[in-house]
């Protein structure tokens, strides 16, 4: 798996994307109908979206569901897994910390 989004003029297996916007933290970030969140977010050059209660960065570590390192908030649902749930145009996410109290 690729972390970079292949532009549609150049992929060789001529796909048609329909392209999708979603927010993290705020800011805004493209994607393609079809990609998990954690695509969008690993496409724009995001390597981590969470940190561990030591303060290590956590972003995805299995890609399929099974560590929860990946989870962030999305639409204010905490602890979404990235890595299993699809983008969908406007979803917001959020960082998640769990490194003091008042995080979330
Ligand atoms: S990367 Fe392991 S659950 Fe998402």
Same mark, same amino acid.
């Given at each position: 798996?690729?972390?970079?989004? #292949?532009?549609?003029?150049?992929?060789?297996? @001529?796909?048609?994307?329909?392209?999708?916007?979603?927010?993290?933290?705020?800011?805004?970030?493209? @994607?393609?109908?079809?990609?998990?969140?954690?695509?969008?977010?690993?496409?724009?050059?995001?390597?981590?979206?969470?940190?561990?209660?030591? @303060?290590?960065?956590?972003?995805?570590?299995?890609? #399929?569901? &099974?560590?929860?390192?990946? &989870?962030?908030? &999305?639409?204010?649902?905490?602890?979404?897994?990235?890595?299993?749930?699809?983008?969908?145009?406007?979803?917001?996410?959020?960082?998640?910390?769990?490194?003091?109290?008042?995080?979330?």
């Amino acid at each position: 798996m690729s972390p970079h989004l #292949i532009r549609p003029d150049a992929d060789p297996v @001529g796909r048609n994307d329909r392209p999708l916007t979603v927010t993290v933290d705020g800011a805004p970030v493209t @994607g393609a109908h079809g990609q998990t969140l954690a695509t969008v977010l690993l496409a724009d050059g995001r390597s981590h979206w969470r940190t561990a209660p030591t @303060g290590g960065p956590r972003g995805v570590f299995c890609g #399929i569901g &099974v560590c929860f390192d990946c &989870v962030a908030t &999305v639409n204010g649902v905490p602890d979404v897994r990235l890595c299993r749930r699809p983008a969908r145009d406007g979803d917001r996410v959020t960082t998640q910390s769990r490194t003091g109290a008042g995080d979330e």
